[in-house]
């Protein structure tokens, strides 16, 4: 599935030992007497600054130290979920799992755990148990942007089109501009053979982010409603930008096609073939 990202699963990295956690009833003000004194915010600082330099292991290491600094700390839970996700940053995907299970058996009504959760089963293929973690996300937070993103995707290719229309339109309702408002309904739209109506949105998400792969979805919905013209502009520009993007050629093979233009698509193809394969 396109959400997901290409992470490969590791079981290595640091040892860690959970502490015994406390469930946060509401939210925490920070004690700030001697704020700047205290191991466990040195060593959170200590972590951000790892994190900001890709240091990982240190990242996590810090945090771990920090926890077992203050066992009871109510703010443990929400740093074992930052925690699982540096674990994630890293590569090691088992471990980033392991961590962030205990983070919503412990404090079920945390949100960052289960979006983070979400985001770590669909990174490894478990897509059904990723979409329940995004439900769960809605049923805390009916207005929660992300996550109603990625359940509303995730219905889309799944063939719930009201789902996906339901999530969407909480999207358009609170965030009408954003990038991921355009390539939902954008991908809804061409999806369910609506190119019309998906070119708006795709023509919004193109400017904001012209990615060959929302370029592609754009000219071919310019091509399916014949506006040869605008469809041949975003090509264009496109392979520009990705000469070695197999599906641009084979669009604008499409394209030549539609204007007779035999022998030029037939070119098109050939350099798509070439890409496809190395040779």
Same mark, same amino acid.
Request: hydrophobic fraction near 40%; include cysteine.
């Given at each position: 599935?396109?959400?997901?990202?290409?992470?490969?699963?590791?079981?290595?990295?640091?040892?860690?030992?959970?502490?015994?956690?406390?469930?946060?009833?509401?939210?925490?003000?920070?004690?700030?007497?001697?704020?700047?004194?205290?191991?466990?915010?040195?060593?959170?600082?200590?972590?951000?600054?790892?994190?900001?330099?890709?240091?990982?292991?240190?990242?996590? #290491?810090? +945090?771990?130290?920090?926890?077992? *600094?203050?066992?009871?700390? @109510?703010?443990?839970? =929400?740093?074992?979920? /930052?925690? %699982?996700?540096?674990?994630?940053?890293?590569?090691?995907?088992? #471990?980033? +799992?392991?961590?962030?299970?205990? *983070?919503?058996?412990?404090? @079920?009504?945390?949100? =960052?755990?289960?979006? /983070?959760? %979400?985001?770590?089963?669909?990174?490894?293929?478990?897509?059904?148990?990723?979409?329940?973690?995004?439900?769960? *996300?809605?049923?805390?937070?009916?207005?929660?942007?992300?996550?109603?993103?990625?359940? %509303?995707?995730?219905?889309?290719?799944?063939?719930?089109?009201?789902?996906?229309?339901?999530?969407?339109?909480?999207?358009?309702?609170?965030?009408?501009?954003?990038?991921?408002?355009?390539?939902?309904? %954008?991908?809804?739209?061409?999806?369910?053979?609506?190119?019309?109506?998906?070119?708006?949105?795709?023509?919004?998400?193109?400017?904001?982010?012209?990615?060959?792969?929302?370029?592609?979805?754009?000219?071919?919905?310019?091509?399916?409603?014949?506006?040869?013209?605008?469809?041949?502009?975003?090509?264009?520009?496109?392979?520009?930008?990705?000469?070695?993007?197999?599906?641009?050629?084979?669009?604008?093979?499409?394209?030549?096609?539609?204007?007779?233009?035999?022998?030029?698509?037939?070119?098109?193809?050939?350099?798509?073939?070439?890409?496809?394969?190395?040779?």
């Amino acid at each position: 599935m396109a959400l997901a990202l290409g992470v490969t699963a590791q079981s290595r990295g640091p040892q860690l030992v959970v502490p015994n956690y406390q469930k946060i009833p509401a939210p925490v003000e920070r004690d700030t007497s001697g704020y700047d004194e205290r191991p466990y915010f040195i060593l959170i600082d200590q972590s951000e600054k790892a994190l900001a330099e890709n240091d990982y292991e240190a990242a996590a #290491l810090r +945090l771990v130290e920090a926890m077992g *600094v203050e066992p009871d700390n @109510p703010l443990n839970v =929400a740093l074992m979920s /930052n925690l %699982g996700m540096i674990y994630f940053y890293d590569g090691k995907d088992s #471990l980033a +799992l392991k961590c962030l299970d205990e *983070v919503v058996r412990r404090s @079920p009504g945390l949100i =960052a755990g289960h979006e /983070n959760r %979400g985001q770590v089963l669909a990174a490894i293929g478990r897509d059904k148990e990723a979409y329940a973690e995004y439900g769960t *996300v809605i049923s805390l937070d009916s207005l929660n942007t992300n996550s109603r993103f990625y359940h %509303g995707m995730m219905a889309l290719y799944m063939g719930d089109l009201n789902t996906a229309g339901d999530d969407f339109a909480i999207l358009e309702s609170v965030v009408p501009l954003a990038r991921t408002t355009n390539l939902a309904m %954008g991908t809804l739209y061409a999806l369910t053979s609506r190119e019309a109506e998906a070119i708006p949105y795709l023509r919004k998400l193109v400017d904001i982010d012209p990615q060959a792969e929302y370029s592609s979805m754009l000219a071919q919905c310019y091509l399916v409603t014949d506006r040869l013209a605008e469809a041949s502009d975003v090509l264009a520009k496109a392979i520009d930008r990705y000469p070695s993007e197999p599906q641009l050629y084979l669009l604008r093979a499409r394209l030549h096609r539609a204007r007779y233009e035999m022998d030029t698509a037939a070119a098109d193809e050939a350099l798509a073939r070439k890409l496809q394969t190395g040779r």
